[in-house]
Each structure stands twice: as structure tokens, then as C-alpha cells.
């Protein structure tokens, strides 16, 4: 009987077997730029020079390929640098992507400032409008259609298969930014999407020191064209990186319930708050996409945004007076961070349609213990 392994086990084993020569049970990290054919034109293990292939990022992309329940994997220096690849491998000048009108602020501004010039069109739209979606790929003959699901910072969620079906029937193809969930809680590409795009930055990697991106499809073709870029423009992520990004994504489904457990005390907490105006999470029944969540994600996850009554004042004193809450950028290492997206992460769309409330702070719960996180909270409350 065929037997489909868990995740756990995927995320541990897949791309990780033992070292043949000495037995090393955690494969070598190969530093090598270049490898010693056995003569002219005959490679000894298909490898040449690293920027084409390094047996270390083969290991990480077998293993994302496997925890996305996709066929090929390409991982980058960086999730932007994945994004230019992917979208560099697709589009040429003259075509047209419409995205989330609240996607990741450097999504944003790679799209209109760098690709734009170059020719690359773009249309943000509320992806929770499936009219406004189909009348905008339809109105650009859109090729690609991109989203976040749970957005960031605002937590809106998506119908992934859903949106699949409105993107394939107007011939575009549906890329999911998966950062925010994480292949544990959420596999874009068993509902319908084409292609899912990761800042292994976050989650993955899970521990704050190494940044990355990936790629992951389940199509031949498709693999072909980004396998390509890759190995022609060179994005490419270095043998230490890809090292530690694997050595976290081994362990991403245990730290994914502790963060989602975590982060549900927490929303819970903030909701009681008088300081609290609005807490953006999708555990909750009154989230506008609680139900769509609860259909295509495993659990809630790490995020959780809020807005408070107080204000942009309000907001900023809060972010300034945690002490296990670290005031810095980025998301999902173990460690909690808060985050003002209006002036820190999302200050490149300050003054655009995807602009995000000044009252804003967005919290990446880490997995310390959920009660010295309150604590943490409250102390920061006392000084409003
Ligand atoms: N996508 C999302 C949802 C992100 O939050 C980020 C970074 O914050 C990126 C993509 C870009 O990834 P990186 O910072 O690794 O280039």
C-alpha cells in the first residue's frame, strides 16, 4: 500500500539523505565554486560551477519542492530576488499582472518601479472582489495574477482555489505569496495556484539569520523558464544560507503551532483592551475571511495586526515600549517582533492606494511563553 508521508517527516527528510562517503547523517554544506569533471564534457555528478547547481541548495530545493507538495523548487538570495526571477521568467515587456491591493510594500515597488520601466504593466485590486478581479485581467489580458493570503499587514485572506479558477478561466496563471502561512498551515498548490513564492526570510528559515526567497511550481514548463533565469541572471541563494534555511525548514511545523497558539492568546488578549480599536486575525469568527480560512489553512498562524484607539501616537509609543516584543522589521523567527508598518516595512506605499493605517502595529508572535508576551503587552498599554 503507497503511503503519502506527513509533513513532519517531509520537512525533515526530503533532499537530507546521509553523507554515502563517511555516513554523515546531516549532508556537508559544499562550499566549492567549481567541481573537477572525470574528463572534458563528463561531469561526475552533474555538477560544474555554482551558480548553475551547489548539492547544498539541491538538498533545500528538494526539500521546499516536497513541504509545498510541488514538483520543482528554485531558491534565490532573497523572496524579491525569487519574485524578479519568477516574474522575468513569464512575462515579457508589454504584459500585465494584476496583484492584491494590499500586497507586501517591496512586491509593490519592484513591480512599478523597477519592472515597470521595463515594460511590465501592473493593476492592484481588492482580491476579495471576484468581479473586480476577472473585469481587471480581463480589461489587461492579464498573464499573472498574484496574491498574499493572509496579507500583510492587513490579514485579509484570499479564496485561493477560487481565485485559481477566475485567473485560469481568463488564461493567466495564479501565484501565491505563501510567506505569511508557511507550507505547514497552508499548500497554495493543492488548491489550484500555479506557482508559490516565498521570503524564505520569514517562516521558513524561522530563526532571524538568514534572508532567502524561493519558487516553487508543480508544472514542467514552467519549471524550465524560471530553472533558466536562475542560472542566467544568477540570483541564486549562497551554500550557508540555503544551509541554515534547510536546518529551520526541518523543524517550521512544531515552531508553526507553537506561533499559531501563541498568537491566538494574544488576539484574544488585545481584543478585551480598551486601548485596542480593532484586531486584524483570522481566528476570529467576525474576520471577514474566518471561513475560507478555516477551509484552506491548518491553523490561524503567527500574525496578528491591531489598531488602536489612540492613534499614529498611540501605535508608535506601544512599538517603543515592549521589551520581549523587539521593535524591528520582518516576521516569523521565534522571536516575537513588532512591527509599524506604515513608516517600517510599508513605508515605499506611504501615499498609494495600499498606504496601511497609521494606527497600525503588526505583531510576529514568537514562542516564548504566551503569558510573558501578555505581560510584555500590558506594560507597553501602561504608558499610553
Ligand atoms: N513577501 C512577503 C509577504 C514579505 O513579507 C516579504 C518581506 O518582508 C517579501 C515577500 C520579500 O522578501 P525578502 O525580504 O526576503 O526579499
Redo the contacts with the bound molecule.
Sequence with gaps: MSHVEGFNTRFVHAGQEFEPRTGAVVPPVHFSTTYAPEAIGQLRAGYDYGRGTNPTRDSLQTQLAAAEQGTHAFSFG??????DSLIRAILRPGDHIVLGND??G??YRLLTRVLGPWGIGSTPVDMSDANAVAAAIEANGAKLVWV?TP??PMMKITDIAALAEIAHAAGALLVV?N??ASPFLQQPLSLGADIV??????YIGGHSDV???AVVVKDEALAEQIGFIQFAVGAVSGPMDAYLTTRGLKTLGVRMRAHSENAAQIATWLRERKEVEHVLYPGFAEHPGHEIAKRQMRDFGGMVSVQLTGGAAAARKVAESTRLFTLA???GGIESLMNYPSEM?HASVKGTELAVPENLLRLSVGIEDAADLIDDLERAFMTL
Design positions: 532573497s523572496g524579491l530576488a525569487a519574485e500586497v507586501y517591496g512586491t498574499e496579507s500583510n505569496d510567506t505569511f513564492v516565498h521570503s524564505t526570510t520569514k534572508v532567502g526567497g522589521e520582518s516576521l516595512t
